[in-house]
């Protein structure tokens, strides 16, 4: 009996003992586990941790080195060239006889020591200056100009055009300095002009020494506006010897464009043809000419002209004429 108890006890107590056991190994078991997780969550906060950074430092723009370009010069923005073919132009001065200076000598105005006080280049702004104060005149004036000829065939002015033939000149210009007179008003100059011409036969049959005929067109600089002044005959029923006298025509009452340009740029266009003439400024405003003084006017040959002729013999009297462009078609 006591025997069959003391195996009981045993039976028991070994029982315990492997439960007890067991209870150990699950702990430790769990205790294991759960610092394996433990550990294994740590390294994936750090593997986060380290990808946050990464995205933050890639998220960050590197500051942006500074780069200098080295300009260079520009035409238009650091000198500035007019643009101007001087190869069919003369230019009378207003000194000597006056002086005359033809192509092909004018190309190189820039280096001529006679023409550089009247006629040069600024190079600030693009234009060739025109410079004029009284001097010497040309025969039939007695105003002094630097103003440019036009020579069809370069070097002669025996080579001229027609209304029937047609041309056109247009240009840019400006008058950044003009003297004034005793009232305080502006002196005036002409900036362009249509002159007239006779052949040599023409000059022959009228008795006449010399080729000179009147002006069809002259164009000035006029008190901070541009005013247009044509020729008329006298008599519309002259006859075509009559209207080659200088006496036979006389000045129209002239058209004052409305447009205020002061010492500013502005663009002039004239453009003839057979019977027509218009002029235009700033490619806005013109005026046409088409009536019986135009047609009669087609006896005449003609030549284009351009610059600085002043309109005064007042003491001290200047005028600058500015050209950023000119050009002659036919």
Known sequence: MISSNILKYKKITIAKCCLAIALIFNFLSC?????????????????????????????TPEPEEEVVVEEEQVEGVDYFLPNIDLSNWKVTLPIGSPTEVNPPEILDYATNETLLPYMYNDSTDGSLVFYTSPGSSTTN???????????????????????????SMKGTLAVPEISVDAGGDFHRT???????????????????DDNNAPPMLKIY????KVRVLTKKL????????????????????GYTFSEEIGDNQFTVEIIVSEGRMEIILNDNESVVYN?????????????FKAGNYLQTVDNDAFAYVKYYDLEVTH
């Open 31 to 59: 205790s294991n586990d759960a610092e394996t997780v433990e550990e294994e969550i740590v390294q994936e906060e750090e593997v986060v941790d380290e990808e946050v950074v990464e995205e933050e430092v890639e998220e």
């Open 190 to 208: 002409m900036v362009m002009q249509i002159h007239g011409r006779l052949t040599n036969e023409q000059r022959d049959l009228i008795g006449e």
């Open 234 to 253: 006298k008599d519309v029923n002259a006859s075509d010897e009559e209207t080659l006298h200088t006496d036979a025509w006389e000045d129209n009452e």
């Open 291 to 303: 009536d019986i003084h135009i047609e009669k006017w087609g006896v005449f040959e003609n030549y």
């Open 221 to 224: 600089w006029q008190k901070g």
């Open 141 to 167: 004036s007695s105003y002094s100009r630097t103003e440019l000829r036009e020579q069809m065939n370069p070097g002669s002015n025996s080579t001229n055009w027609t209304f029937a033939q047609g041309g």
